[in-house]
């Protein structure tokens, strides 16, 4: 997580909302907001968009914490944390529907408050990064699917691959770069060449909606690894290694190739089609973003899929 976690605080006694508030900001949290209502709380949160909710479950408003909490969970997806002096059965059986990350009895100690926040802020964002997985994993299977249903042709077996037009190539990317949230995917062949130098070319590409075509450039066809300062990738690639770029992360001589693309960073993975190196697909954003470990797992089994639907007959 960049920065300071942001907690929201719901609490409608101002001096106890006040002093939560200092509390919070002693513990290294940003504060962006209070709300002594339901309705202001939602409202809030939506523009504010923190990374916690610090919720006191006794409201004396229209709409009490626990429907508070319920709204926000449904709408934003964002972790809420009680905060409670005391509560019947009844009101506990309605919190636990809102799947609350925790409870902090008031008066509240401040190490306990600090732990449960802390442990609350990692449990949602591990459970983030399995959905943004399985969401991935999701869109790759549709997507091998369709390119199986494609592979399928006269072909006899051992024949050279099938070449697939670019409208079904968009049709099986798409669902997988909006997943993951990308700027866009490419994929590259590369082309052994009899002087054991390959020679490297854009083959199909999808871009979101402010990403701008390259697949047409000339100067990403037929070009060679050295020619990009890509010779790292060459050896990586080869061994089956993933190449993960960013700035700051990235060799200057490997900023062409992601000039030419108009993107900033990205994952590039091998894709080896019947244990050959087919090429490499690469999943770029346009702006510098840093991919999770799962995230990243989740591309080598796109890539390793995808192979495996170009290679069968």
Not at 143 to 148: F, G, R
Not at 240 to 262: I, K, Q, S, Y
Request: with cysteine; proline share 6%.
């Amino acid at each position: 997580m960049m920065g300071k976690p942001a907690i929201f605080i719901v609490e409608d006694e101002a001096i106890v909302a006040n002093d939560i508030r200092e509390t919070l900001k002693s513990l290294g949290y940003d504060v962006p907001g209070i709300a002594k209502s339901g309705e202001i709380a939602i409202e809030k949160v939506g523009e504010l968009r923190p990374d916690l909710v610090l919720m006191d479950i006794h409201l004396a408003t229209e709409m009490d914490g626990v429907e508070t909490a319920g709204k926000i969970h449904i709408l934003y997806d964002i972790p809420v944390i009680y905060l409670t002096a005391y509560a019947d059965k009844v009101l506990l059986d309605r919190a636990k529907v809102t799947e609350p990350y925790g409870y902090v009895v008031k008066p509240y100690d401040e190490r306990e408050l600090h732990s449960v926040i802390e442990m609350a802020l990692y449990k949602h964002r591990i459970e983030r990064e399995i959905k943004k997985r399985d969401a991935i994993l999701f869109a790759v299977s549709a997507a091998v699917e369709w390119l199986l249903r494609l592979s399928r042709g006269d072909a006899p077996a051992g024949a050279r691959l099938r070449d697939f037009n670019a409208s079904d190539i968009r049709d099986i990317l798409e669902p997988i770069g909006l997943a993951l949230d990308a700027g866009a995917i490419a994929i590259f062949k590369v082309e052994p060449g009899p002087d054991k130098t390959s020679t490297v070319s854009m083959v199909y590409e999808w871009g979101c909606p402010a990403y701008h075509p390259a697949l047409y450039k000339p100067e990403l066809k037929n070009f060679t690894f050295a020619s990009k300062g890509l010779l790292r990738w060459e050896g990586l690639l080869n061994h089956g290694d993933v190449v993960a770029a960013a700035p700051g992360v990235m060799p200057d001589e490997e900023r062409p190739l992601f000039t030419l693309l108009g993107v900033e960073s990205g994952v590039v993975v091998p894709v080896f089609v019947r244990d050959t190196l087919f090429g490499f697909i690469g999943f770029f954003d346009l702006a510098a973003r840093q991919r999770s470990p799962d995230e990243i797992e989740a591309l080598r089994i796109t890539a390793n899929l995808l192979g495996a639907a170009m290679g069968y007959q």
